[in-house]
């Protein structure tokens, strides 16, 4: 075999050995670890710092609630203007609730006992007729019963606030101070200028309360100063 036939043989195996290596050295090419990303990043970071550009501020957090008042020991020992006023309006309720059913009751009893009691016209009672005595005294028979009704309606209505009734107690003292220093004097009254509310019964609310004190100083305004 001629030289130039062999020569051009291992020319074309060396060739093909070079495309071989070439094309595994491709594809053997190592890929880029994501630790180098997160240093990317960091080192972004660290001169983004250097260069005087201050971080995005974060959001604010939505500020505490205040903390809530402390209540006193008086005060929880004590009731609530409003609360007391309803409750003695609630009061006076039963009083006349009950005072309505008694004043009736007391009625019928006087007429049933001496509607049947046999009256002589020739024997007066104390010099009275006895038809007019039986007929006050039937009358004083509701007259009792309207009299009683507040006292039961009381009792009743005591029942129903047992546990609260040392409060309502305290504050029945209290407003009755209330009442005896801002009440007017009732020896200035006249025909044209009576007394209003002297004893406060109608006050039922801070509004009530209010105008009793607004009728007090007209009252004190007619009685003292001279009118024009």
Not at 13 to 40: D, I, N, Y
Not at 45 to 61: E, I, T, Y
Not at 183 to 196: E, G, K, L
Request: proline share 9%.
């Amino acid at each position: 075999m001629p030289c130039s036939v062999l020569l051009a043989l291992r020319q074309s195996s060396l060739s093909r050995s070079l495309q071989c290596a070439s094309k595994t050295g491709v594809h053997a090419r190592p890929r880029m670890p994501t630790l180098a990303f997160s240093r990317a990043k960091s080192n972004k970071a660290a001169k983004k710092n250097a260069s005087g550009v201050a971080p995005a501020a974060r959001p604010a957090p939505f500020p505490a609630p205040a903390p809530a008042k402390p209540v006193s020991e008086a005060e929880k020992e004590s009731l609530p203007w409003p609360d007391y006023l309803a409750i003695r309006k609630n009061k006076r309720r039963w009083e006349t609730a009950v005072s309505i059913p008694l004043t009736i009751a007391g009625f019928a009893g006087g007429v049933a006992y001496f509607g049947n009691l046999e009256m002589d016209p020739t024997k007066p009672i104390f010099n009275i007729d006895p038809m007019f005595v039986y007929g006050f005294a039937t009358l004083g028979c509701a007259g009792l019963g309207y009299l009683l009704g507040p006292i039961v309606g009381s009792a009743c209505w005591r029942t129903t606030h047992r546990r609260t009734m040392k409060l309502i107690e305290a504050r029945d003292r209290e407003f009755h101070r209330h009442i005896v220093r801002n009440r007017v004097d009732p020896t200035a009254q006249s025909a044209t200028n009576p007394v209003p509310d002297f004893y406060g019964e109608n006050i039922g609310s801070l509004k009530d309360y209010r105008q009793w004190l607004r009728d007090q100083a007209r009252f004190k305004r007619k009685a003292f100063l001279p009118e024009d």
